[in-house]
């Protein structure tokens, strides 16, 4: 049940937030959809309700924001030159990206993160043996550590304060 008020305040507060300024109509719809997606789904996406609770993992998304941001901003001018100039050269193919994150949802985070940075696409998880498996645009190195660092430390560290 808690798992479900929690979601419900969650969703309520994003529906705001994504309607404001709020008019009594929106906020009503907005309750009404809210209470039926805590319903219907409450279990499936706060099975560790308690972890909400903690108000250092919400800072460490405001933190997680700008850098993804910045990191999108970089990797957006890098792949614009590479369009505009022929010279640039291109290395694409799939690397292999090791992680310590164990949670799905840190997981999903992570690749979700990779794939909406340009030049990077991530193809698989293999989440038993701790990997991620990345299309890049410009293969830097065939070493794993390497490659890791490059693509996931800045944001793997940050995700695991929020999620782990």
Request: proline share 4%.
């Amino acid at each position: 049940m808690q798992s479900r008020v929690i979601l419900f305040i969650l969703g309520f507060l994003i529906w705001l937030f994504l309607n404001w300024p709020p008019y009594w109509q929106e906020i009503f719809i907005g309750a009404i959809v809210a209470s039926f997606v805590a319903y219907l789904v409450g279990n499936l996406f706060t099975g560790r309700a308690h972890l909400f609770k903690h108000i250092s993992r919400y800072l460490w998304f405001l933190y997680y924001i700008p850098i993804f941001i910045w990191e999108c901003f970089k990797a957006n001018i890098d792949v614009a030159i590479r369009v505009i100039s022929p010279h640039k050269p291109l290395n694409p193919g799939i690397v292999k990206i090791k992680t310590s994150l164990k949670s799905d949802t840190a997981l999903t985070f992570l690749a979700n993160s990779i794939t909406l940075t340009p030049g990077t696409l991530t193809v698989d998880v293999d989440k038993e043996n701790g990997f991620l498996y990345v299309h890049w645009i410009d293969v830097k190195s065939k070493d794993i550590e390497k490659n890791t660092q490059i693509i996931v430390r800045k944001f793997e560290k940050i995700l695991e304060k929020i999620f782990e």
